[in-house]
């Protein structure tokens, strides 16, 4: 049980998944509620354009993908709010273009495919002290930030419309959101990959839906539940020798089929149950 801790690289990421997964998981209420995973999965491939000029120009990960995610997510905000476009066209394209420069620049600069490894499949056992403080310090921003907005999220998430009527400014709100969504994914990125943050952001929120239907439980339950599967995913993969990251995703996929199946069970034998004493 103890033996992982003996290991500095296990500790740092063990650190890292459980605060990236309860970051992932609290700004995954909104993410879900608001019915804007999509972008949560766009804006990871968008972050990888500005990866791999990172790399390209030798700059700083966070500083380089950082101002990228600010720019795409500008874009994308300016592009959805046209009255002829629709945002799952914004973000398809802006993240697809973003996405396709990185493998145009992939192309002809070959020297750093194993960075590029690390920003698609995530390299959380190569996370520095460094790293973990961004973390921290990503994870205060965005929480303290949410916590500021949550009466003008809430209203514009629940009614956008009556929000606008009673003075919320629902255009800057959601594009504030926005920008919080790309420094989370930046934050993640370094520990899943560009490939699977989407799934940190969705599914532990998803399960804890399942839960409970009161908002202020859900803003408790899935950070949790994010923090639990990093914990766990970080365990097993350390016994297993698989991939950390896709360790931690199939433990919340792991949990919500257990959780889907219990539902199911209990309406099946709800049923059964109004039928018996119908006949």
């Not at 995973?37 to 804006?43: C, D, M, P, Q, V």
């Not at 920003?119 to 930030?145: H, K, Q």
Request: proline content about 2%.
């Amino acid at each position: 049980m103890f033996v992982p801790f003996e290991y500095e690289f296990f500790r740092h990421g063990l650190i890292a998944a459980v605060l990236v997964g309860a970051l992932c998981g609290y700004i995954g209420v909104y993410v879900v509620l608001r019915r804007m995973s999509y972008i949560g999965h766009g804006l990871s491939h968008a972050i990888f354009g500005g990866a791999v000029l990172s790399y390209v120009w030798n700059l700083n990960f966070y500083l380089g993908a950082g101002v990228w995610a600010l720019l795409a997510s500008g874009l994308i905000h300016v592009i959805s709010h046209r009255r002829w476009v629709g945002a799952d066209a914004a973000i398809g394209v802006v993240t697809t273009s973003s996405f396709a420069l990185g493998v145009a620049l992939i192309s002809t600069h070959r020297q750093f495919t194993r960075n590029i490894e690390a920003a698609l499949f995530g390299n959380i056992l190569g996370i520095t002290r460094s790293d973990l403080w961004v973390i921290v310090v990503i994870s205060i921003l965005v929480v303290t930030a949410l916590s500021i907005m949550r009466r003008q999220l809430l209203f514009a998430t629940f009614d956008p419309e009556v929000a606008a009527a009673y003075g919320v400014a629902t255009g800057k709100t959601d594009f504030l959101f926005v920008v919080l969504l790309a420094v989370t994914v930046l934050g993640a990125t370094q520990i899943l990959g560009v490939t699977l943050v989407a799934a940190a952001m969705v599914i532990p929120p998803v399960i804890a839906r399942y839960l409970t239907r009161r908002f202020h439980t859900l803003l408790l339950v899935s950070p949790l539940l994010g923090a639990f599967c990093g914990a766990t995913g970080m365990f097993l993969s350390f016994y297993l020798d698989i991939s950390s990251a896709a360790t931690i995703v199939l433990t919340a996929a792991a949990i919500f089929i257990l959780v889907e199946l219990r539902l199911v069970g209990r309406s099946g034998a709800t049923l059964s149950h109004t039928q018996n004493h119908t006949h």
